[in-house]
């Protein structure tokens, strides 16, 4: 509840700093007696799709850690946490990016995942399931994968293409929401009702489109990210963690810790944030002989 309570109220913060902005900036008056303001329309949709975004994304640190309870390490005590960091310097290194935070977070699932502004300011986090769960080699296959989304620039780009999509279901919405007021509900001036429940439906219908677009790209960034740990930690390793994840996966159905930046996946076919793990070691095998 305490999660939820938190991303409710955040998001609302946002919503409230963006209805601001595009009140400052007079782009919230795009309806007006002769029609749509087009101009006005596509800033204020860019405003709320781009600005909901990024903002996101610039919080998306603070949020994991405070939605998972992650907890950085500074000072290592353990000779597994020593372990942690010292294999994330070195893929961090070797993959030329700054030295992202490494953080561990209480829960029964081997899950992981990296998210943060950018390449040089990043957050690295595993599971206590992941470490009580997988061998050392598959340990670091996972750290290999999730350094490679922060070299790849994965949390930026997901940023920029949802940001795109926000703001064309926002946009075409209101524009074909307004054709319909005319055309069907037969409104001379201003708007209807018409218009205001056709841009409802309007959002929640391109909106699930647009959702599938993020998600293929979600899809293929999963590939690459994968590839890229393979790289990093040895494709054999690699391929072993994705085994020893679909073995858990085939034993129980694991949640998503973080929806846009975790290890493991979601839904099915369009709606499916990562590849079948089947397709995923499919295609590392298909790469070359495991090494």
């Known amino acids: 509840m305490k999660r939820v309570m938190l991303l409710v109220a955040t998001n609302v913060a946002v919503m409230v700093v963006l209805a601001v902005v595009a009140s400052l900036l007079g782009v919230d008056r795009f309806l007006t007696q002769n029609g749509l303001n087009l101009p006005a329309l596509l800033a204020f949709s860019a405003i ?3 600005g909901g975004a990024f903002i996101s994304l610039a919080m998306s640190k603070w949020m994991a850690k405070r939605s998972t309870g992650a907890q950085v390490i500074t000072e290592p005590k353990t000779s597994t946490e020593m372990w942690l960091i010292n294999t994330v310097q070195r893929q961090a290194r070797t993959a030329g990016i700054g030295m992202p935070e ?8 081997p899950n992981a995942f990296a998210t943060g502004m950018n390449r040089n300011n990043a957050l690295v986090a595993v599971s206590t399931g992941l470490l009580r769960n997988m061998s050392q080699d598959e340990v670091e296959a996972v750290l290999g994968h999730e350094v490679a989304h922060v070299a790849n620039g994965d949390m930026v780009t997901l940023t920029l293409v949802q940001g795109v999509v926000n703001t064309f279901v926002m946009f075409l919405s209101r524009v074909v929401g307004y054709v319909i007021d005319r055309a069907v509900f037969k409104t001379e001036r201003g708007v209807g009702p018409g ?6 439906v309007l959002q929640i219908v391109f909106g699930i489109l647009a959702t599938t677009i993020v998600c ?7 590939f690459r990210a994968d590839a890229g ?8 390793k690699m391929i072993a963690a994705l085994e020893r994840l679909k073995a858990g996966h085939a034993e129980s159905s694991l949640p998503e810790q973080v929806a846009a930046f975790g290890f493991i996946g979601g839904a099915k076919k369009f709606f499916m944030t990562h590849p079948p793990l089947e397709d995923r070691i499919a295609a590392l095998k298909a790469g070359g002989a495991a090494g």
């Open 229 to 236: 740990g393979a790289h990093l930690a040895g494709r054999r």
């Open 102 to 109: 490494v953080a561990v977070f209480d829960a029964p699932e």
């Open 216 to 222: 293929w790209f979600s899809r293929q960034r999963e």
């Open 195 to 200: 218009y205001y429940i056709s841009v409802i």
């Open 48 to 50: 709320f799709g781009f």
